[in-house]
């Protein structure tokens, strides 16, 4: 099963910049709807984002989430590292009997395989910015949303 967390959160954050700059509230509620979840979804991914200062809460009538700081501020790979802190892109097996030259080393260098993998990802991540990320949707949109049209100009 693939792991949507960075994707999801993702969507949270580009969701709550695009309501800040048209005034709108991002509850749990809005989010969870744009996202086709519960709201207990959302606020677990939210809760680590708090914690890096991606994004912050005010609670009462007019509560809801903003970001933390400006949108072209924020990396997608903070974002990333926030939501998948202990995640692996893949898992190394450490239980083949070591055979061969490969059995006997498929495992280290596996993981030297995945941490610099894991290095391209962060690399590609921490070159775009949620600013950046807005801009590039606005651009695939086209002006098919009213939404984006609005951005846009």
């Known amino acids: 099963m693939m792991d949507t967390r960075f994707s999801s959160a993702l969507q949270i954050i580009i969701t709550v910049a695009v309501n800040e700059n048209n005034n709108t509230r991002s ?3 809005t989010l969870a709807s744009g996202l086709d979840a519960k709201p207990s979804l ?12 991606i994004l912050v809460s005010s609670e009462g009538y007019q509560g809801g ?22 995640k692996k892109i893949w898992g190394t097996r450490e239980d083949i009997p070591a055979a061969c030259f490969i059995s006997s080393n498929m495992g280290e260098w596996s993981a030297k395989l995945c941490k610099e993998a894991e290095g391209a990802l962060l690399g590609v991540l ?13 651009t695939i949109d086209g002006g098919k949303c009213p939404l984006g049209r609005k951005l846009a100009t």
Do not use: F, H, W
């Open 27 to 29: 509850t749990s509620n």
């Open 42 to 53: 959302v606020r677990k991914l939210i809760a680590p984002l708090m914690q890096k200062n």
């Open 65 to 86: 989430y903003r970001l933390g700081r400006p949108a072209d501020s924020i990396y997608l790979s903070e974002i990333y590292l926030a939501v998948t802190p202990d």
């Open 126 to 138: 921490g070159e775009r910015s949620v600013q950046d990320a807005i801009s590039e949707l606005v």
